[in-house]
C-alpha cells in the first residue's frame, strides 16, 4: 500500500489506489497484462511496460511480446529482468545497451529497441516473488526517482492483482481438464466418436471467431461443446453403439440425450459468467425452421451458440466414419451443410463457418 509522503501527493496517491482497484476488478491473467501494462506505462511516461511470470518448477521467467501473442521465456537470474526475479530489488536503468546485465535477446525478438528502464519485482501476499514488472523507455530520456516510487506503489496492486489472476488461471485449467475428461468418457463409448466432443469444440470456436464474438462468448460456447452430448451416459449401450439403423423407439432414445444433457447440466453449478452452457448444450439439435429437437425453438429463439454448435456437429459427423459409409471429404460435407443453410441452419451461422472452413481447408480444388 502505498503511503502519504512528500514524494507522492494526495491526488497521485487517490490515482494509485483507483488504479489498485482496476487491477483487482480484471482477473483474467491476459487482460490483466494488458492493463497494468497501459496504465503503467502512462503513468511512468513510459513507452513500454513488461509483466512476467515467474515460474518456479522451470527456473524462468515468462512474458507475453509486447502487443502480441507470443511469449517470451527467459532463465531466473539473466537480464534484468531476471535479476530483479532473483534478487527482489528494483533496478533502474539510464542506457540499456550499456549495462552487463541487459539481455538484448528479447529486443532481437520482438525487434524493439530498449534504452532506459526501470524493473522492480511482483509480490504476492505471502511475500514471494511471483512476477518482475519492467517499463521501458521513458519519454524524458531517464526514469526519476519519483518514478521509481510511482512504480513501487503500484507493483503492490499488480503484484497482488496477479496472484490473484494466476490462481483463477490454474482453477481455469482444472476446470477445463474436468471437462475434457468427462467429455472422453462419452466419446470412448463409441470409436466413432472419438476425439468427436474436442473437434466440435474446436469447429464452434473457429466459427464464433468469425463472427467476432467476444473471447467470453468463445469461452461459454467451449464449455457448452465440451459438456453437449454428456446425456449420452444415460443412453443404453446397445442403442448407442448399434450398428446401422436404429428403430424408431431405439431413435427416440438417441433423441433424448439433450434433455438429459440439460437435465445433468441442471445439476452442475455454472458462475454467472458460465449460465448459459446448460442452455446452449441441450439446444444443439435444433433447426433453425423449429423442426429440429427437443424443444422445435426456431431462429433466434435457439440460443447462438447452439446454432453455431450445430452446424459444427454436423460437419464433425460427415467428416468421420459410420458403418454404412466413410467419412465424407470436408468439401462434400460443406455442400451437404449448405442445401440446408435456412431449413437446419442459421444462414449468419453458415456464412461465418463457410470463411472458417476456407481458412482451414482452402478452396475446392485443394480438398
Ligand atoms: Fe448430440
Redesign the pocket.
Known amino acids: 500500500m502505498p503511503k502519504i509522503n512528500d514524494r507522492i501527493s494526495e491526488d497521485k496517491f487517490k490515482l494509485i489506489l483507483k488504479v489498485g482497484q482496476a487491477f483487482n476488478s480484471v482477473i483474467e491473467i491476459d487482460r490483466l497484462f494488458a492493463l497494468i501494462a497501459s496504465t503503467t506505462s502512462k503513468l511512468l511516461e513510459a513507452e513500454r511496460c513488461s509483466i512476467y511470470v515467474v515460474d518456479t518448477e522451470q527456473n524462468m521467467l515468462w512474458t507475453r511480446a509486447a502487443q502480441g501473442e507470443n511469449r517470451i521465456v527467459v532463465p531466473i537470474g539473466v537480464g534484468i529482468a531476471g535479476v530483479v526475479a532473483r534478487s527482489g530489488e528494483y533496478v533502474t536503468v539510464d542506457d540499456a545497451y550499456d549495462d552487463p546485465r541487459f539481455n538484448q535477446e528479447v529486443d532481437k525478438e520482438t525487434g524493439y529497441r530498449t534504452k532506459s528502464l526501470i524493473a522492480g519485482p511482483l509480490i504476492n501476499n505471502s511475500g514471494e516473488i511471483i512476477g518482475v514488472i519492467q517499463v521501458l523507455n521513458n519519454s524524458k530520456g531517464r526514469f526519476s526517482t519519483d518514478d521509481e516510487q510511482l512504480l513501487r506503489s503500484l507493483s503492490g496492486f499488480a503484484g497482488n492483482a496477479l496472484d490473484n489472476a494466476l490462481l483463477y488461471d490454474e482453477l481455469k485449467k482444472t476446470f477445463h481438464s474436468v471437462l475434457q475428461v468427462l467429455a472422453a468418457t462419452i466419446d470412448a463409448k463409441h470409436h466413432y466418436t472419438a476425439g468427436h466432443t474436442a473437434r466440435v469444440a474446436d469447429y464452434s470456436c473457429g466459427i464464433a471467431r468469425e463472427m467476432e464474438l467476444h473471447e467470453d462468448e468463445l469461452e461459454v460456447l467451449r464449455v457448452a461443446a465440451f459438456l453437449?452430448?454428456y446425456?449420452?451416459i444415460a443412453i443404453r449401450d446397445n442403442v448407442l453403439t448399434k450398428p446401422g439403423k436404429l428403430s424408431e423407439e431405439e431413435y427416440e432414445e438417441m433423441k433424448s440425450?439433450?434433455v438429459k444433457?440439460s437435465e445433468i447440466l441442471s445439476k452442475m453449478h455454472f458462475s454467472e459468467g458460465y449460465k448459459e452452457v446448460p442452455l446452449i448444450a441441450g439446444a444443439?439439435?435444433e433447426k433453425y425452421d423449429g423442426s429440429g429437437y427437443p424443444a422445435k425453438l426456431s431462429n433466434g429463439d435457439i440460443p447462438l451458440g447452439a446454432r453455431i454448435m450445430a452446424v459444427a456437429?454436423v460437419f464433425d459427423a460427415l467428416t468421420s466414419d459410420r458403418d454404412y459409409r466413410e467419412a465424407m471429404k470436408p468439401h462434400e460435407a460443406l455442400e451437404l451443410i449448405r442445401k440446408e443453410v435456412g431449413t437446419s441452419f442459421d444462414p449468419e451461422v453458415f456464412a461465418a463457418f463457410e470463411n472458417y472452413f476456407n481458412r482451414r481447408y482452402g478452396p475446392p480444388s485443394n480438398p
Open positions: 453437449h452430448d446425456g449420452k440425450h439433450v444433457t444443439h439439435h456437429d
